[in-house]
């Protein structure tokens, strides 16, 4: 079984600066490509940020040059480095595993942006 824990979220005012981490345990090899997804209320979830076990990235246009995803493989864990951070990033916010076996998720970290 694997299991995600997400951890960095919280309230923060426009302009500011959160740092989000998810980490795998259990029992697995290892975790191929790692997600961010974020819910906000009423609408669907969406892609946020990727990172392929490689190293390579892909990010949503709506977060572009304010976030940063990167892993760290020794530690199985990735991370969501979240900069000038406006009010419609609030929303829940997922991590993804896609592991062989399959995709696991976090339970969501609650990610408030308001002054």
């Known amino acids: 079984q694997v299991q995600l824990v997400e951890s960095g979220g919280g309230l923060v005012q426009p302009g500011g600066s959160l740092r989000l981490s998810c980490a795998a345990s259990g029992s697995f090899f290892s975790i191929n490509t790692w997600g961010w997804y974020r819910q906000a209320p009423g609408k669907e979830r969406e892609l946020v940020a990727a990172?392929?076990?490689?190293?390579?990235?892909n990010y949503a246009d709506s977060v572009k040059g304010r976030f940063t995803i990167s892993r760290d493989n020794a530690r199985n864990t990735v991370y969501l480095q979240m900069n000038s951070l406006k009010s419609e990033d609030t929303a829940v916010y997922y991590c993804?595993?896609?592991?062989?076996?399959?995709?696991?998720w976090g339970q969501g970290t609650q990610v408030t942006v308001s002054s």
């Open positions: 993804s595993a896609d592991l062989r076996v399959g995709t696991y």
């Open positions: 990172i392929a076990r490689g190293g390579s990235t």
